[in-house]
Nanobody, 128 residues
């Protein structure tokens, strides 16, 4: 059974940084596809970043140049380094695994319904 457990959300001032992590069991991050999504009340879940099996990455335009997705194969974990945080980044952040294998990482970024497994979510709040 695949399980994702997230850590590292929290509150930060605008311009600050956070680094949520997602520890994975039952699924290999080194050979699979992992992603971070976020959601605010009343809005659809939005793709933030995806890392594929070959460590290729893709990002939402709104976070490109500020966020970095990475993985640690030895810990079977995925991270989201979030820098220069803005008020608009406030959301619940979710780790996700195992999208439809026929999708590219670019397609997966925009297709949350294609992911089979989700973490519990971590709130990130950015204040001015």
């Amino acid at each position: 059974q695949v399980r994702l457990v997230e850590f590292g959300g929290g509150s930060v001032q605008s311009g600050g940084s956070l680094r949520p992590s997602c520890v994975v069991s039952g699924y290999s991050v080194s050979s699979g596809c992992m992603a971070w999504f976020r959601q605010t009340p009343g809005k659809e879940r939005e793709g933030v970043a995806v890392i594929g099996s070959r460590a290729y990455t893709t990002y939402a335009d709104s976070v490109k140049g500020r966020f970095i997705i990475s993985r640690d194969n030895s810990k079977n974990a995925v991270y989201l380094q979030m820098n220069r945080l803005q008020d608009e980044d406030t959301a619940m952040y979710y780790c996700a695994a195992a999208p439809d294998p026929r999708m590219t990482i670019y397609q997966a970024l925009h297709a949350p319904d294609s992911f089979d497994v989700w973490g519990q979510g971590n709130q990130v709040t950015v204040s001015s």
